[in-house]
């Protein structure tokens, strides 16, 4: 069974993105890129190159539902008529294009981000839903955990891997370990957990950084010998890329213990002294706290995080 690497350009900070292309019955493309003319173009060109065209797609598979991994989910479904698309159940809060506003508006509030700034970020997202089309729920399958993906001449397991998204997945061939993992595993950055609602109770928060540490530790287990991410360079070492995120995520946490130790301080606090992202500052709060090195209390609407007193 051979998987095909395709990289597809995006308009986004990351770069190109990889999809993967499992030519052989029934012919299957993993992630799709995103809804432009340049990642359709090239993706065609590349489908041509296998000897394919979108026609022949019957199964899309998503690692999770952002912009640059399922855009031209639903377009390539409907030119190649009746493929199936299969995404985690999960996924629901990212199908439709990012969060829906309220929900995410109420966790942004939650995290201190004062109002002008929600606008601000409602707007950026608004910019980059554009560039994937909504997939509603009678578009998609679902994929669930150990799950196998049958193919002509092999099979691919399912392996959830929730943390950068709750419904993030990833694909793991057992004939030699090769694991194909969306943002999960990217080579040159540590993912970064994105602030989403809880899948189970969308009135909290998902505890997206604890996940995904049980997600690192699973993939360890299962020991691949090669990982095919979402974007850059294959990792052939994944103890050294896990030891490597592991030691960068504790580094930014005791960062972000002195941050707050000083005078207490929100999410929003955090992200700017520490140039970070909103998301990744609440993904470690929320895990100190789960470890029981902050306290929280909620002042006016928002959280606010403490050292322990001693
Ligand atoms: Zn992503
Ligand atoms: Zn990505």
Redesign the pocket.
Known sequence: MKIVPISLPTPFY?GP?NVYLIPEDPVTLIDTGPKTKEAVDTLRAALRANGLAVADIRRIVLTHA?E??CGLARALRDEAKDAEVLVHGWETGHRAGRLEYDETRQLLVRAGVPPDEVEVMRRMYGGVREYADSLDEDHCGELTDEAELEFDTGVLQVVHTPGHTPGSCSFIRHADRTLIA??CVLKRITPNPVLSPDPVDRSRRFRSLAEYLVSLARVRALAPTLVLG??GDAVHDYEELFNRYLRAIRERQEQIIRIVSAKGASAWDVSRTRVLGVSEAVAHLDYAHSEGKLALEISDGREVYRKLSE
Do not use: L, M, N, Y
């Open positions: 990351i993105v952002h640059d991994h969306g943002d979402g974007h």
